[in-house]
């Protein structure tokens, strides 16, 4: 197997080091897409999914699969379970990251990891997104109080016991912001479904 220059693959390593590559984001380093799959036959990166690469001997974190789906979707926003666990408003592991998309955007497809695609628009979609860093990439997460008002929006999905327990970890956590919650709820237009079982809780 012909050697690599060493300056290109070091770019590359040091790029990995960093997240998950995309082979797109290979161009603007000036570093040619074959040296991802002779990395590969190297054992030094590994193949994650279509166009998505990552170290081997990497050290990641719980948040690496989200980390990879927003890598590929960058106009995504992880919502729903994996949002719940993110903000630690649930105990439960999610057994696919749940990544929400704008309706009528293009279906990703993924090998890896196992995902679920919800759809929303307007203010459903746009409300209460966050941007936070894991795995070194830049992942966007529906805030908190959007993350609970959606479990309602989309309790047929994720059951109304998930939504309730959601909402009493919230209010118990984010003491005095109940106001987020009601606006969350708003923009999903789930006022209604929601209010009288918070007012309940508190």
């Known amino acids: 197997m012909p050697k690599l220059p060493p300056n290109k693959t070091k770019s590359l390593l040091e790029l990995a080091e960093r997240g998950p590559v995309r082979a797109r984001d290979l161009s603007a380093a000036g570093i040619p897409r074959s040296y991802l799959a002779r990395l590969v036959a190297r054992g030094r990166l590994e193949h994650v999914d279509r166009g998505l690469y990552r170290l081997v001997d990497g050290d990641p974190t719980e948040n690496l699969s989200l980390a990879e789906v927003c890598k590929r979707v960058p106009n995504g926003a992880i919502c729903l379970l994996s949002a719940l666990q993110f903000h630690h408003l649930t105990t439960e592991a999610p057994h696919a990251v749940w990544l929400l998309i704008e309706r009528g955007a293009r279906a990703p497809t993924f090998t890896q990891p196992r995902t679920v695609l919800i759809r929303a628009s307007g203010a459903a979609f746009e409300h209460g997104i966050e ?72």
């Open 131 to 202: 941007t936070h860093a894991a795995d070194g990439v830049s992942i966007r997460v529906t805030s908190a109080a959007k993350t609970v008002a959606d479990c309602f929006r989309y309790r047929r999905y994720v059951g109304l016991e998930v939504a309730l327990a959601a909402m009493r970890d919230y209010v118990s956590k984010y003491r005095g912001q109940t106001d987020a919650l009601i606006a969350a709820a708003r923009a999903d237009r789930v006022f209604s479904v929601l209010y009288p079982y918070l007012e309940a809780i508190i």
